[in-house]
């Protein structure tokens, strides 16, 4: 790229900048807003500069919670948010690797009418389904379980339909090979597509950890215990407080730790994440 | 070590086409043969089906002694180099050599003796430790040959695996391919399009065209007698002059009346000066073009007395019709627009029936 003469530049960082403020100030403000005291919120008269009460906010959002609505500490929110999201995402890519290698590599009847069944399931989302998905989940008495939480979300169309299309460009030889060198299924599978698929696996593990992470209307729906709430369930449930003044310090805390395991999953996973979208090294 | 027998085999496609339509052949113990022909001609899926990764319509395949038609690749003792090379590409160069011994069950010690070995013989022992995307693709090729050493197998199979390659490259690599396989003398079966490939390398050469076999012979035998039009312009580069008997004006006293093209090859003809030798050929020809390669030139003719048929068949890697091809020594030659008597003995000319089919010996 040609480096631009003077004025132009700055213009050019000047609206970048202005773009990052604007993305990252709510997320500043509900950081100030966490280290507050919940009476200088209420009665709106915020600082924009951190408070005093860093220490004292967080260790009560991770380890006693709000005093009222929600009745469990956070920590176990993110506790229970996490197993789910690890379940859907390890599920998911589990599911959809093992769907896709076969639908790719053997020969069965219905073998394309099965895969069109798979992609047939895109169409349909979660809130179509989620009355007779509630129905069976209930009925296998899964509700308020991690197994709840998250096998009725585990199976997908779009992580099957991603590594089907990788696993067709992986060049045919490699298979001819292996049968050459004696491997069986199994072992095609085990000792070269799926050190193949660590790019993909990456990839889809960081987009469906912050999918399963974000999860809303399915939790609210199948727990009912406190203690297996998820964080999400937590912050809307801290925010309608009907008798009482609502703790805008925890609720802000609990918004910024929901934040930390997607960032940080993305920050580790980042390398690989991005390598695996643009892997062309076969 | 082994002889590999073909007796009978062939392909059908369920959807009704026949890819090998009975073929038989043998190779012999630690004899280098080569299958050739132009693309689509079925000389892959043979090997594949020599190989097991493809299944034998009917007929045999017997690879030391036993029949394999329904016999794993695993289990047929055969390694094979493909033409991309399918390296495993997560491997490094001794697990990808290792891998095939692995899954064996071979004894950890005796398979580090085997790959080092391989190793050391294909100049790979520093690379041990690469990956395949860290190696040129020469190295690459040498590790796929690896792969197959390793295994001490009784039949070594190659699907074009220098196509890849650069022209210098490829020419290395033959000469290497040649001399390992004299050394290990293992019964060797190699796909080719390539007929400067196919003449180099052969014990055996196999003519190949349309799913049959065309010829089988010593590559030399094969170039000086070909059996067919088909064989006659495929070996042999650039390709042999072909021209119709019962069109022309050319006449050969004392030829098989049943003869119907005559065949003369670009280097057999020379430029003459008038008297048609005795029993040969004389084709008067305007130069159309030439080409200079330094050790010889090629010269494009037009024969001067064209009746308006095309002369020669066209089939590809053919001439254009009634184009005849003089190769002649060195740089001199004629000018273009010139107008040349190219002339050829009697025993440097080949004669065919007229469907091209058969060889008439004169």
Redesign the interface.
Known sequence: MVEDEGIQRYIAHAILWIGIAIVAFPVYLAFIASTQDNAVIANGQMSLLPGGHFLETYYQTIFVGTSGSTREPVGMMMFNSLVMSLLIAIGKIAISIISAYAVVYFRFPFRMTIFWLIFITLMLPVEVRIYPTYKIVAQLHLLDSYAGLSLPLIASATATLLFRQFFMTVPDELLEASRIDGAGPFRFFWDTLLPLSRTNMAALFVILFILGWNQYLWPLLVTTRDDMQTIQIGIRKMITTTDALTEWPIVMATAVLAMLPPIFVVVVMQKLFVRGLVETEK | MANVTLRNVRKDYPNGFEAIKGIDFEVGDGQFCVLVGPSGCGKSTLLRMV???ETITSGEIDIGGRIVNQV????RD???V?????????MSVYNNMA??LR??GMDKGEIDTRVREAARILELSPMLDRKP?QLSGGQRQRVAMG?AIVRQPKAFLFDEPLSNLDAKLRIAMRVEIRKLQRRLSTTSIYVTHDQLEAMTLADILVVMNGGQVEQIGNPLDIYKKPATTFVAAFIGAPPMNLLSLRDSDIKLPGAAPEAGILGVRPEDLAIGNGATPDGGIALDLAVEAIERVGAETYVYGLRAQQSGQPAVSSKPGELPPGEILVRIPGQEGPAVGQKIRAVAPREKLHLFTADGRKRINS
Request: charged share 20%.
């Open positions: 190989a097991g990764l794993e690749p695993a289990d055969i390694a094979m493909f033409q991309n090379y399918a390296l495993y590409p997560h891998y095939g899954n064996r995307r792969r």
